[in-house]
């Protein structure tokens, strides 16, 4: 799925107009995979907890698959413990199995809506 697919399903409306959604980049992500049309806000994986959540209220939350200090199991798991109800969606680069990736997330963190954004190269990151 594209990063504006999930953007457009999580998408509320209030009243006749549609809200901005809220999301919270994790780690280094390539500026190809950030929404054009979202309040986004950069943090790094030692900063999530119920707290930070609270405090920007995500819609949705991007990370990459691997960084050095964390990787999206990491995540997931840090975001399933602290109640997140929105969608996460880490962006897998040249996997060969992402339904492998998939299936583990949603064993480990059972019930956390999660839609992998894939890419076949790696454009540019942005650094936090």
């Known amino acids: 799925m594209t990063i504006e697919g999930i953007v457009k399903q999580t998408s509320k409306v209030d009243g006749d107009q549609a809200t901005i959604p809220r999301v919270l980049v994790v780690?280094?992500?390539a500026d190809a995979f950030l929404p054009d049309n979202a309040e986004v806000t950069f943090a790094h994986f030692s900063t999530i907890t119920s707290g930070l959540?609270?405090?920007v209220s995500p819609d949705i939350v991007i990370s990459p698959m691997l960084?050095?200090?964390?990787?999206c199991l990491d995540l997931?798991?840090?975001l399933h413990q602290n109640g997140f109800r929105g969608v996460y969606s880490p962006v897998l680069s040249q996997?060969?199995?992402?339904?492998l990736i998939l299936a583990e997330l949603?064993?480990?963190c059972p019930g956390l809506d999660i839609h992998l954004i894939q890419t076949a190269g790696v454009p540019k990151h942005r650094l936090n």
């Open 95 to 99: 996997t060969p199995k992402p339904t």
């Open 76 to 78: 997931a798991s840090v």
């Open 53 to 55: 959540l609270d405090d």
């Open 27 to 29: 780690g280094r992500v």
């Open 106 to 108: 949603l064993a480990q």
């Open 67 to 71: 960084e050095a200090r964390f990787d």
